[in-house]
């Protein structure tokens, strides 16, 4: 990932192998990583079990919230692909109970139809 890109709030992808061991004891008994993203300090993990959505807070970025949303839970989502001028793709969660989507922005290069389809896949 680029240093502007994140700055812009793109995401890229990241190892899953990486994730895993730092996420170690996150994870529950038979809990796999499938793809897991970068938003500059920020991930979104999608595990066999639920999407994980870290959020590193503060200047240091020591402090850390991990926020746990079961599949059962997203009652839908939305993509939007890169257009010609506007080189952002974007995926919207809605959860039960929140009127308001969980937004994220990938860059170009990342295959947005990749991400909606392991969503999909737990989803649906």
Do not use: C
Request: glycine content about 6%; proline content about 2%.
């Amino acid at each position: 990932m680029g240093f502007l890109d994140g700055l812009m709030g793109n995401a890229s992808e990241m190892k899953v192998s990486d994730i895993e061991k730092e996420f170690s004891t996150t994870l529950a008994q038979g809990e796999q990583v499938e793809k897991a993203y970068k938003l500059i300090r920020d991930l979104f993990i999608f595990t066999n079990k639920r999407l994980i959505l870290v959020d590193k807070q503060g200047v240091t970025g020591k402090k850390t919230e991990i926020l746990s949303l079961p599949y059962k839970n997203i009652t839908y989502f939305s993509i939007e692909t890169a257009g010609s001028f506007d080189l952002d793709a974007e995926l919207k969660i809605w959860v039960s109970g929140s009127s308001t989507p969980f937004q994220k922005q990938f860059n170009k290069s990342l295959n947005i139809y990749e991400v909606q389809s392991v969503l999909a896949s737990y989803v649906l």
